[in-house]
């Protein structure tokens, strides 16, 4: 370790030791006032935690490094991400809400009628968590590996196993979560620096997330560095596949889709979502600017490097451009609080979700109806370190850069639950056989390019890895439309319900 | 009307009469509003290229001080989802006013 670092590593622990305190200090206060997630705190508090929630390390480290490297390219993530919450609200926050299902794998048992459908939304659930989980360990891998001057390898082991024991020490002491603390530190740590480094470098600083265009002026004028030309990466297919992948995923990702039984009734639910998405927009009106920041500072110094290295350190590009712009030790040690504290809380909320779809979902509701609250729970337990070792052996060797490796699970949702959600809300015909058969037919169609892409080319540019619910999706509803009409309708109990509580509620 | 199996009936292209017809128009026209101004834009970034990596009239235009796309889709394109939101909320909350067997709010 160099001094350089002692003082981020400092404050890293400090961040995280507050966070462990504060939510003692709240359960012993509170205790018995939380419901499912915590007291209500409003609408604006709700969209904090919504955001809070959201927020990873895709977000704070993954999305500046691809635009770093992909410029214009990498918006479809900025907007895929945010725009994926407008179909969330238009088309499911109030019926999900009105069905009164809290997960994914209980939605989808309990609309289809079906245990196999269940068991099979519940193991993608679970994919979902392990896939999502790899891409948070390889920022939480680099930053380690930074913080302690480590490789890559000893960084991710280091700390998976201080995030495991995060999450298992705040299991054991019953910490509660404070989302609006989490978020508040978010976005001061992601914008103070920024702040930092546009006045550093002679930008408007007071509002650095729309003072930047000249910074993309000055790239193209000194250096000839295109940092927007719209399709110098990819094309337009590429661009709008992604895109879409995105707001599908997001709009069916299990963990974001349970958030909505937070807040007491569906007016706050639905206004608690415009102000999360306010606030996720303010990190991502962010994120560009530093990767600008990065290519001026790079041109500036003569010291570009070559694209292997670039994609090397891409995914903690935001905390190198802190480093490169020259801020005080300090102020990069709250960036990577920041960072650490989104990737950290990510993987504590999936590991749990996970490891509880496990043992509830699959163990107690498929194997051992009669399991003891203590087995369910001591074999929930077991899963988070048994999930644990999976993400990390896999992140040993990443396949990817964090918002790509994330993008592989938005498209694993956008193809499986976002259709059987779509369909189980809007169409009452929708029957267990076509969710099943679309749910397989849509992770074939996640994984076809790693599985077919080498025999079959076509198939790699018609579903790529990160983007494949373009077609995917479509396809997957078709699937299950096709399959529901030659098989027989759902119990009308579900379709009654369907029809006057979820739809029929005003009427 | 009576006939139960289509009373058990919810289908998105062929809402109930009531409040799902409402619900429905108000969700397709968000729903335009957010493919046009999103995919649709991008189209028309395409269409106007003039080069292999997109240059064309819309890249070579500012708008303080950012290449006019680059604005558009980084900066204006996630507050027009925020704009979209809202609007769903005020016409979806009035909607369900008009509809309401109460006036008190409690029926949500």
Same mark, same amino acid.
């Given at each position: 370790?160099?001094?350089?670092?002692?003082?981020?590593?400092?404050?890293? $622990?400090?961040? !995280?030791?507050?966070?462990?305190?504060?939510?003692?200090?709240?359960?012993?206060?509170?205790?018995?006032?939380?419901?499912?997630?915590?007291?209500?705190?409003?609408?604006?508090?709700?969209?904090?935690?919504?955001?809070?929630?959201?927020?990873?390390?895709?977000?704070?480290?993954?999305?500046?490094?691809?635009?770093?490297?992909?410029?214009?390219?990498? !918006?479809?993530?900025?907007?895929?991400?945010?725009?994926?919450?407008?179909?969330? !609200?238009?088309?499911?926050?109030?019926?999900?809400?009105?069905?009164?299902?809290?997960?994914?794998?209980?939605?989808?048992?309990?609309?289809?009628?079906?245990? %196999?459908?269940?068991?099979?939304?519940?193991?993608?659930?679970?994919?979902?968590?392990?896939?999502?989980? $790899?891409?948070?360990?390889?920022?939480?891998?680099? !930053?380690? %590996?930074?913080? +302690?001057? $480590?490789?890559?390898?000893?960084?991710?082991?280091?700390?998976?196993?201080?995030?495991?024991?995060?999450?298992?020490?705040?299991?054991?002491?019953?910490?509660?979560?404070?989302?609006?603390?989490?978020?508040?530190?978010l976005i001061v740590s992601f914008i103070l620096p920024l702040m930092a480094l546009a006045h550093k470098l002679g930008y408007f600083w007071v509002l650095p997330q729309f003072g930047y265009g000249v910074a993309i002026q000055d790239l193209k004028r000194e250096f000839g560095i295109n940092f927007a030309a719209p399709f110098a990466s990819? %094309?337009?297919?590429?661009?709008?596949?992604?895109?879409?992948?995105?707001?599908?995923?997001?709009?069916?990702?299990?963990?974001?889709?349970?958030?909505?039984?937070?807040?007491?009734?569906?007016?706050?639910?639905?206004?608690?979502?415009?102000?999360?998405? +306010? +606030?996720?927009?303010?990190?991502?009106?962010?994120?560009?600017?530093?990767?600008?920041?990065?290519?001026?500072?790079e041109a500036r110094s003569g010291m570009a490097p070559p694209p292997v290295a670039a994609g090397k350190m891409a995914d903690i590009i935001v905390i190198k451009t802190a480093v490169m712009g020259g801020l005080p030790s300090w102020m990069i040690g709250i960036l990577a609080a920041g960072a650490m504290s989104a990737a950290f809380f990510t993987v504590a909320g999936l590991l749990i979700t996970g490891a509880a779809s496990l043992s509830h979902d699959i163990y107690y509701r498929l194997i051992n109806p009669r399991a003891s609250e203590g087995s369910k729970m001591a074999l929930a337990k077991g899963a988070v370190v048994v999930l644990a070792a999976i993400v990390l052996a896999i992140a040993l060797n990443p396949p990817g850069l964090i918002a790509e490796i994330t993008a592989v699970a938005f498209a694993l949702a956008g193809n499986t639950i976002f259709p059987a959600f779509l369909l189980g809300i809007w169409w009452s015909r929708a029957n267990r056989h076509g969710v099943i058969a679309g749910m397989l037919t849509g992770v074939l169609i996640t994984f076809s390019t790693p599985l077919f892409g080498g025999l079959v080319p076509a198939v790699a540019k018609v579903f790529p890895l990160t983007s494949s619910a373009l077609i995917g999706a479509p396809l997957v509803i078709g699937v299950m439309i096709v399959v529901s009409l030659l098989t027989p309708p759902p119990p009308e109990a579900v379709r009654r319900f369907l029809a006057e509580q979820v739809h029929g509620h005003m009427d | 009307m009576n006939d139960p199996q289509k009373l058990c009936d919810v289908n998105f292209f062929r809402p109930r009469k009531g409040y799902m017809t409402g619900e429905v128009a108000i969700i397709a026209a968000v729903l335009v509003g957010w493919a046009v101004a999103n995919f649709g834009f991008q189209g028309v970034l395409a269409l106007l290229a003039q080069s292999p990596d997109g240059e064309g009239i819309l890249t070579r235009l500012t708008f303080l001080s950012f290449p006019w796309h680059f604005w558009f889709t980084g900066q204006f394109l996630p507050l027009w989802f925020i704009i979209l939101c809202v609007l769903f909320n005020i016409y979806i909350d009035r909607h369900t006013e008009q509809h309401s067997r109460r006036r008190d709010r409690s029926h949500d």
């Open positions: 370790m160099t001094d350089a670092n002692l003082v981020p590593l400092l404050i890293v $622990t400090a961040a !995280l030791a507050t966070f462990i305190i504060t939510g003692l200090r709240a359960r012993a206060r509170e205790a018995g006032d939380y419901g499912f997630g915590g007291r209500y705190i409003g609408r604006i508090g709700g969209g904090a935690a919504i955001a809070s929630n959201w927020m990873s390390a895709a977000s704070f480290l993954g999305m500046g490094g691809l635009l770093y490297l992909q410029g214009y390219y990498a !918006l479809a993530y900025v907007i895929g991400w945010t725009g994926g919450y407008v179909l969330l !609200l238009v088309l499911m926050a109030g019926q999900i809400r009105r069905f009164g299902k809290y997960t994914a794998p209980d939605f989808v048992g309990d609309r289809y009628a079906s245990p %196999g459908a269940r068991l099979i939304s519940a193991a993608i659930s679970i994919t979902i968590s392990v896939i999502y989980c $790899t891409a948070q360990f390889k920022g939480i891998g680099m !930053l380690f %590996g930074w913080l +302690f001057a $480590t490789d890559y390898r000893t960084g991710v082991i280091l700390g998976a196993t201080v995030a495991v024991g995060y999450v298992i020490l705040s299991g054991m002491l019953g910490v509660a979560r404070n989302q609006q603390l989490q978020y508040t530190l990819a %094309g337009l297919f590429q661009w709008v596949a992604l895109c879409f992948t995105l707001m599908v995923g997001t709009a069916g990702l299990p963990h974001v889709l349970s958030r909505f039984y937070v807040v007491p009734n569906i007016r706050d639910a639905r206004w608690s979502l415009v102000w999360g998405l +306010f +606030f996720i927009a303010l990190i991502y009106w962010s994120a560009p600017a530093y990767a600008v920041f990065a290519r001026l500072l | -």
